[in-house]
């Protein structure tokens, strides 16, 4: 009997990804072939999100999809749609099982269950195409926070911190695969270690995987302005850290921003965001923006998009308000139209466009570390390899020329290497990779 194949589909956040990584490496473990596509399968889990009504969109269309590319497979729903409380969703969804985040540990056994134990598979592992260079490592899930909009403390619960010691355990686990760089990924970083009694945030944290492990590159995959400290900053003076700080906008305007319960005013955003680049040189800021929010005026929208101008962001993700059932915004009366919504979502689109080619364009031309993931085919038949600088810069180069710079036309693959950057290509750069090197830039 052949190996049954699993496909994985994850949509949102880092965190996600993490929980599928996690769960890929259990099923490969049993002898499982592991996919993150969509693909005929054996069987498949849709790891869904719910930030937004899009998102709920999303994960419906992967379970419909599922259906069509192996009907007699078993489909599995989880994931922050799986835990939003919508009556009987596993039938309309189609799901065969429907499982929450707080049972997603026991996810891969109910799948081996249904698959069968594996004693009539052949015993030869199979390889996977689902698991990365990058390895996604959660440190923390929840969020005590009442964010007016968000769903998330509803879908994930309340915040639950991995202790230190057993994060460094699983960074050398992935450091003993030859993972070359490890996301650290939670819901709300900056409270790192509060649930446990513990003070300081992520740094402790940072330092313990700094002195205890060797994995060339460690990344936070996002915190909070006021997160940001002169303290935490210093462990940056450490290379193998990522000069990428994901810090969460929403909205410039501070009349919103107190609408929406963030704890943080414009202001002293824009003081997080100077404060690590004078720290931290180089370092990409990304940010999430929300137009459309309950009561935004036109002025409101305005000091969003001269904050977005003078933080000079490397990328924005821009998506309009969507009204989550369950959340106080949804409450609110003063629901923006959509009309105006769209009109301020494609200018923001048009601002977001123009500041990450902004950023790109000071890297033209330097040599900096890339991270090599993969080839992929791209339009016109061309395969690329893409990878990622530390500050998170998507690099590409042609796979067929690439003997030009490598003598014998090398595998890239999970390999960091210094790369002359060029012109600007889709969503980032070209870059000629050289065989020896590393270091940031």
């Keep these: 009997m052949d190996v049954p194949t699993v496909a994985i589909l994850t949509l949102g956040c880092k965190l996600n990804q993490a929980d599928s990584q996690a769960l890929a490496r259990d099923l490969l473990a049993h002898g499982c072939r592991v996919i993150q596509r969509p693909a005929p399968a054996d069987a498949y889990v849709i790891n869904s999100c719910s930030v937004t009504h899009v998102a709920d969109r999303k994960s419906r269309h992967l379970m419909r999809l599922a259906r069509r590319l192996s009907p007699n497979a078993a489909v599995v729903l989880t994931g922050c749609y799986a835990a939003s409380g919508e009556t009987d969703l596993a039938g309309r969804v189609g799901a065969d099982l429907v499982v929450s985040n707080g049972d997603k540990a026991s996810l891969a056994q109910e799948l081996l269950r249904r698959l069968g134990d594996g004693s009539g598979w052949r015993t030869a592992l199979p390889a996977s195409d689902g698991l990365r260079t990058r390895a996604f490592v959660k440190i923390q899930e929840g969020c005590n926070e009442v964010c007016s909009y968000c769903i998330v403390p509803r879908t994930r619960g309340r915040e639950r911190s991995v202790p230190i010691d057993l994060v460094v355990t699983e960074v050398l686990a992935r450091q003993a695969e030859g993972v070359q760089e490890v996301v650290l990924t939670g819901t709300q970083l900056g409270n790192y270690g509060r649930d446990l009694g513990a003070a300081g945030g992520p740094a402790p944290l940072l330092a313990a995987l700094l002195a205890r492990t060797t994995v060339p590159r460690l990344r936070l995959s996002s915190l909070q302005a006021q997160d940001i400290s002169e303290d935490l900053l210093r462990l940056w003076d450490d290379p193998r850290l990522c000069r990428h700080f994901h810090l969460p906008l929403q909205s410039g305007s501070d009349r919103l921003l107190g609408a929406m319960r963030r704890r943080y005013s414009a202001r002293q955003f824009l003081a997080a965001a100077s404060l690590v680049r004078e720290r931290v040189p180089d370092a990409a800021i990304t940010t999430d923006v929300m137009v459309g929010f309950p009561g935004e005026t036109e002025a409101d929208f305005q000091e969003t998009h001269r904050l977005c101008q003078e933080a000079g962001f490397a990328a924005i993700h821009v998506f309009p308000y969507s009204r989550r059932p369950g959340t106080a915004s949804a409450l609110m ?51 690329l390899w893409q990878g ?17 710079y490598l003598p014998g036309g090398q595998n890239l693959t999970n390999r960091i290497l210094p790369t002359r950057l060029g012109r600007a290509v889709d969503d980032g750069l070209s870059g000629e990779p050289s065989a020896s090197g590393g270091g940031r830039s």
């Design 333 to 383: 009366r003063e629901q923006v139209p959509p009309a105006a919504k769209r009109h301020r979502l494609e200018r923001m689109l048009a601002l977001a466009r123009a500041s990450a080619d902004a950023f790109r364009a000071r890297f033209q031309g330097r040599t900096m570390a890339v991270l090599w993931e993969e080839a992929r085919p791209r339009r016109g038949a061309r395969t």
């Design 388 to 404: 990622l600088t530390d500050n998170y810069l998507r690099v590409y180069t042609d796979a067929e020329n690439r003997a030009a």
